[in-house]
């Protein structure tokens, strides 16, 4: 099994809503990626998991909220988002220097 | 200036012709990627080089680790080869973990 699971495809949710992203890997991978893309940008990081623990925060609003709960699965929740916070939100693995594995991405809209 | 720089931006192309991106950084690395993202979103991984070149099907990525280049071809292009194409570079963050850092990507389309 070489696939990052990502649900749901496409979410749409209002400014008071709490929703979650949820991210699944079973190649055994210990990092693990969440990232934030528009349109016609690269994408940008946001959070990175090594080993279940958050390794990095690339300074996001707390209104975004990560949580790797055991070394397969990554959730982002959500809550109170803004409507410039809808992207393409794509999760990530890898074992150590290795290649990459992305997810199909959830597409939010926040209305 | 961005730690990864790719081009052409965009890209159109007859089908059958040569195609190259070009990629440049600034930065030591510990691997490069080369990465494809189809309307709809989902990154696919095409190459991971740390050295010299490698070849996948009509796909060949090399890399020049004194220059800090690498190049993308596509031989006999195809409109199905009409994508996003994303270099990336692999940054050592702490203890273990690695983080990509993105080109902007060029956009590539091929017309039959």
């Not at chain 1, 709490?18 to 990092?31: D, I, N, T, W």
């Not at chain 2, 800090?68 to 195809?78: F, Q």
């Not at chain 2, 570079?89 to 993105?102: E, K, N």
Request: with cysteine.
């Amino acid at each position: 099994d070489t696939e990052v699971t990502q649900t749901p495809k496409h979410l749409v949710m209002g400014m008071t809503n709490k929703k979650s992203l949820k991210c699944e890997q079973h190649m055994g991978h210990r990092a693990m990626y969440w990232y934030k893309q528009k349109a016609k940008k690269p994408p940008e990081l946001m959070f990175v998991y090594s080993y279940e623990k958050l390794s990095i925060n690339e300074s996001v609003p707390s209104r975004f909220s990560p949580e790797c709960p055991n070394s397969s699965l990554l959730n982002l929740h959500l809550h109170a988002l803004q409507p410039e916070d809808s992207a393409l939100y794509l999760c990530a693995s890898r074992w150590g220097n290795t290649e990459a594995f992305f997810g199909q991405g959830t597409r939010l809209t926040v209305v | 200036k961005n730690e990864v720089e790719q081009s052409p931006q965009n890209l159109t192309a007859q089908e059958g012709e040569f195609i190259t991106i070009n990629c440049s950084y600034s930065v030591g690395i510990s691997a490069l990627h080369w990465l494809q993202q189809h309307p709809g979103g989902g990154i696919v991984s095409l190459f991971m080089l740390s050295s010299g070149k490698k070849k996948h099907g009509r796909l060949i990525a090399t890399i020049n680790i004194q220059e800090k280049h690498s190049s993308l071809h596509i031989t006999a292009s195809h409109p199905r080869d009409s994508a996003v194409y994303i270099c990336a570079v692999s940054l050592r963050l702490s203890g273990s973990a690695r983080q990509l850092t993105f080109g902007s990507g060029t956009q590539l389309t091929v017309l039959p």
